[in-house]
């Protein structure tokens, strides 16, 4: 056993590092890596190593992911896509699983009930596979809140759904199987609001007060996860998932202060757990399984892919405010995953004993949809988001926190080789010269929730903290570093390294940007003396060696933008220059002003 874990997460690991490397949408490498290590090479058989305890693990591992996607989950989100979404999720799955279900009948060729079951399994689109698609593609925020609102809350419905039907298939011989259901749905529905809700308040109840300290919030949030999954599923059976999500959805709104801590911590875990489990689920397919793949099974998952899905969005979303662009891009994209693997090995061997015999088709028809969706969707979803251009507006946005006269001078010299530019401040008088200069702003604190809901902070891949105040610069890298990267995130040389009782230290603040130590104070007083920034293009004829044997010595460079790429702001390891960077610097004035023209900047 201890060869197969090790294997599997070292594997997972790597497929999403591969992924991150070449720009390939990670669940597909995952898939392609559980068969390569399952059925085609045999080195590890999950049934075999991991024993009975694998299923019990699954879901356990699928309640974290839920709650995690859960704890994304915004209000805010909600209201600018709330008529969609509402939709989706109810007349969407309805109509989802009603054409499904003809589709596996009539062209699967399976009986009416398994037919039922497994357009309720298929119902899903999960968190498992789309976070990973909708990072990958950077949709712009509607678009993409309109598919990760239906993953995430159609999982734990889809779920619920298919146990009901399997209940029925299983009990409907046994008395009023109608009256039993109902039953069911409504002990699941009282048991994930009440153990998810309650739990959720109760336990945002207690960070606030204080009752839980830090390094507990995390654990204890993954503990209290685990129960409320057992206790509702004790209730009802399967209603777990229902439970997990909805206490993701409480916590995420809370507005508690440790949440973005906690938050990355969940991502982490969730990172982990989600390469385990794909690596795990396709590697538990056996040859029997794939040997009895036929031609009508075939021809149901491409009737699910190009009729059930479309069909289902369009006719779900008649008389919304959702454009054709984003009907036909939902329409497309439908990726099932780790939930509907899980649900079909769960119920097909019951099914089997209890004398359904097309029961042995459930694993190899859902396995054959996560695989066709996942290479078809994983592939697509890039390019024909750039087609109906759904992305994030241009190829990324330099964020600039603070407006002063230097950063504006900056933004505006950055406009001219193309490069897309927002200055954010607190104030409004600082950015009116910004604003009638054509540079884009952003009004307003960035480090509020406000910030987090402006549209017109999307797509930033770069942050510049340029404001006065050294410490609040490290509080806004801080901030963006989680999200972007700390090798994107830089902020200008503190003046009071000299006093280090006064200095944020190293670890805690952002990159030092430029070329060399200058602050911004002494930027702001060189522009005062004249200093102006300049562009300059290293080509064949115009080397490095050229470029900086006529640079002034004083001279500060600020930044390179690779031929057709995205800005790089410099710091003092910055790379050697390249025959198409364009180079921004901050050079001295030929006739220098007289000293008795300096002032001192004001902070911003």
Not at 201 to 215: H, K, M, N, Q
């Amino acid at each position: 056993m201890t060869h197969a874990l090790v294997s599997i997460l070292v594997a997972g690991i790597f497929c999403q590092w591969l992924a991150w490397r070449f720009r390939l949408p990670a669940i597909v490498l995952l898939a392609v890596c559980g068969l390569l290590l399952g059925p085609i090479s045999g080195w590890i058989q999950p049934s075999v190593d991991f024993g009975d305890g694998l299923t019990a693990v699954t879901s356990l591992f699928v309640a974290i992911i839920l709650f995690e996607g859960g704890l994304n989950l915004q209000f805010h989100e909600l209201r600018e896509t709330a008529q969609v979404t509402r939709r989706l999720t109810s007349v969407g799955v309805v109509l989802a699983w009603g054409i499904g279900l003809c589709v596996a009948h009539y062209i699967g060729g399976l009986s009416w009930g398994i037919a039922a079951l497994l357009g309720a399994i298929l119902v899903v689109t999960g968190p498992t596979v789309i976070m990973p698609l909708l990072k990958h593609a950077k949709l712009n925020r509607r678009t993409a809140s309109y598919l990760k609102w239906e993953g995430i809350i159609n999982d734990p419905i889809g779920v619920l759904l298919a146990v009901l039907v399997y209940q029925y298939l299983l009990y409907s011989g046994e008395g009023p199987a109608i009256q039993s259901i109902f039953a069911s749905l409504g002990l699941a529905l009282a048991a994930s609001v009440i153990l998810g809700g309650g739990i959720a308040y109760g336990l945002g109840y207690s960070f606030r007060r204080g009752w839980i300290p830090e390094y507990l919030k995390a654990p204890s949030i993954i503990a209290c996860v685990l129960a409320v999954y057992a206790l509702s599923d004790l209730v009802q059976h399967e209603s777990g998932l229902l439970a997990t999500t909805l206490m993701g959805v409480v916590m995420g709104n809370m507005g508690l202060r440790s949440l973005d801590e906690m938050r990355r911590f969940k991502e982490y875990v969730t990172l982990i757990l989600v390469s385990f489990l794909f690596v795990v689920l396709t590697a538990s397919l056996t040859k029997t399984a794939l040997q009895s793949i036929h031609w009508q099974l075939v021809a149901m998952v491409f009737g699910f892919v190009f009729v059930v899905r479309p069909l289902a969005v369009f006719l779900a979303t008649i008389r919304t405010d959702c454009s054709w662009q984003d009907r036909l891009l939902i329409a497309w994209i439908a990726p099932r995953g780790v939930v509907a693997a899980a649900s079909a090995g769960a119920f097909a061997p019951a099914l089997i004993n209890a004398g359904f015999e097309d029961a042995q088709y459930l694993v190899p028809a859902v396995f054959m949809l996560i695989f066709a969706t996942i290479l078809a969707h994983g592939f697509s979803l890039g390019p024909l988001t750039k087609l109906l251009k759904l992305g994030s507006p241009g190829k990324g946005r330099i964020l600039i926190v603070g407006a002063s006269p230097w950063t504006i001078e900056l933004a505006i010299a950055l406009k001219k080789v193309d490069q897309e530019v927002v200055i954010a401040d607190s104030e409004w008088g600082r950015l009116q010269s910004a604003r009638q200069q054509g540079v884009d702003t952003w009004f307003g604190e960035v480090l509020s929730d406000m910030a987090e809901e402006a549209m017109a902070l999307d797509n930033i891949y770069t942050v510049l903290a340029a404001t006065g105040n050294n410490h609040y610069n490290s509080m806004v890298c801080n901030h963006f570093a989680p999200h972007l990267g700390r090798h994107r995130v830089f902020q200008p040389y503190d003046s009071d390294v000299e006093r280090h009782k006064r200095v944020v230290s190293e670890t805690r603040r952002g990159i030092t940007a430029f070329s060399a130590n200058i602050s911004y104070a002494e930027l702001w007083t060189r522009m005062i003396r004249g200093w102006a920034i300049r562009k300059t293009s290293i080509t064949d004829s115009y080397s490095e060696t050229d470029f900086l044997a006529k640079l002034p010595d004083d001279a500060v460079r600020l930044a390179i933008i690779p031929e057709n790429g995205k800005l790089e702001w410099l710091s003092q390891n910055a790379r050697k220059f390249q025959t198409g960077d364009t180079v921004i610097s901050f050079v001295p004035p030929e006739n220098p002003k007289p000293s008795s023209e300096e002032s001192t900047p004001a902070t911003a």
